[in-house]
């Protein structure tokens, strides 16, 4: 069975503080992404990577870093979190190239700044 | 670049009733389309996609969604609501770049209620 985890299901931080967010995949998926979820947005694509040490910028990734060191680790970075990157984060992945594949998701880590 | 549209934020069912989300892309070459549920505090689950061929697509729970190019539409359909449906339900929709992977454009989402 598919699994993608993420390190935490809840998480608070406090303004300014740099925070982790873990996901680990067991399928030996090529492909990982990094999405936030907001009431009335939906899910916005931050970060994916098609590889080790590649990372591809989705369409919000200002504030955020990734960091795939591994096949089956992907890691969202806040460098100095705000209020405003208050959310749920949810980490998907997917084999394969040209992302035709199904995406699996994790549970999400839903993050409050204070 | 592409985009989903969801018209409906909110729709309220009768269990047993039957139903559809409308969901509708914009994207120049044929899409791949998806439809995926969220169940309170879970993460997303597959419903259904669509990549070519046969244009009803089934999916798992007994869903089925419609492709219609000329519509742009990719509407999600199911006969008979149970109370188990009630969910989020998101459309979304990747390109193919020939590279790597591409992610997701979501639209924003349809919350279905079911009512007894």
């Known amino acids: ?114 | 670049a592409q985009s989903v549209t969801q018209p409906d934020i909110h729709i309220t069912v009768s269990e047993g009733a039957s139903l559809e989300l409308r969901c509708n892309y914009s994207y120049g070459a044929t899409p791949y389309l998806f439809w995926y549920v969220q169940s309170p505090g879970q993460g997303l689950q597959l419903l259904l996609k669509y990549f070519s061929g046969d244009t009803l697509v089934q999916g798992i729970k007994g869903f089925e969604a419609e492709f219609k190019r000329s519509q742009s539409s990719f509407n999600l359909r199911k006969p008979s609501v149970h109370w188990s449906d009630a969910a989020e339900y998101f459309c979304a929709v990747v390109g193919y770049s020939g590279g790597g992977a591409d992610g997701l454009t979501f639209g924003k989402g349809t919350h279905l209620i079911i009512q007894p």
């Not at chain 1, 090529?30 to 369409?59: A, C, H, T």
């Open chain 1, 1 to 114: 069975d598919v699994k993608v985890t993420q390190s935490s299901r809840y998480l608070v931080k406090r303004t300014g503080e740099k925070v982790f967010l873990e996901c680990v995949q067991d399928m030996d998926h090529e492909n990982m992404f990094w999405y936030r979820q907001d009431p009335g947005l939906g899910l916005r694509l931050i970060y994916f990577s098609y590889d080790v040490k590649m990372k591809e910028k989705g369409d919000i990734p200002e504030g955020y870093s990734v960091s795939r060191e591994k096949k089956e680790r992907f890691s969202l970075i806040l460098e100095s979190a705000s209020t405003n990157q208050t959310s749920m984060y949810l980490c998907a992945s997917s084999k394969g190239a040209g992302g035709i594949y199904e995406q699996y998701f994790g549970p999400g880590t839903r993050l409050t700044v204070t």
